[in-house]
């Protein structure tokens, strides 16, 4: 029986790997509340669950109030830019539906938009998880953001189905909240950090594994 409690031991491992990542979905549930903290709260959950969840750093408390508090007014910021984006889209699109409902022909920019609006949802992702990443000021990391985001099209379409499922899902099925978002981010930043390693260095990527050794 002990050796089934040993933290070395597979199964146990994936038990408490996803204990946390139900944790961490709960804490940036309520971190998002505020709405205006929502950039943060998403840098934070990027961060946590690489270095966490995936890297097995302990401390899922520390790491994301850390990435939180370490990343909020640049994410805060970034996150008030896409507001504006995605009101500004709201707004369009529901106009467009209800030329669609009353047979106008132009309703059908409706789908243009959507169109836009994906795009937008990818550069979202790759924005808040370069936040949680890397060190950059908001101009170049928007930018960075986007040149990732379009230079790796199978990357970020495959980011793209993930947010989208994940939407669905949490809006039909309200209480897979709680922790469908873990499990998208898990997968999301499986897929991010084969582009994110692209632009690092091997020093910079041996460091950061060293770090992560030291931390467990």
Known sequence: ???????????????????DAIILNIMWLFTCIPIFT????????????????????????????ASFKGNFK????????????????????????????AGEKIGIMAYFFYGLLAVVLIWFMYVFAYIARFEDNIKTTLKNAAIMAFTNPGYSLIVLVLLAVTLYVCWVMMLFSWFIPAIAMVF?????????????????????????????
């Open 188 to 216: 999301i930043n499986l897929v991010l950090e084969k582009v994110f390693r692209k632009y690092m260095t091997e020093e910079e990527l041996a460091e950061e594994q060293e770090n992560d050794m030291m931390r467990r």
């Open 1 to 19: 029986m002990a050796g089934f409690f040993n933290a070395d031991n597979k199964l146990w491992s994936a038990v408490n790997s996803a204990v």
């Open 74 to 101: 640049q994410a805060t910021k970034t996150w008030l830019i896409f507001l504006a984006i995605f009101a500004v889209f709201y707004f369009d699109i529901s106009i467009c539906v209800e030329y669609l409902k």
């Open 38 to 65: 929502i950039g943060a709260a998403t840098t934070a959950f990027y961060y946590t669950t690489h270095k966490v969840i995936r890297n097995q750093r302990s401390g899922i408390w520390k790491e994301y109030w």
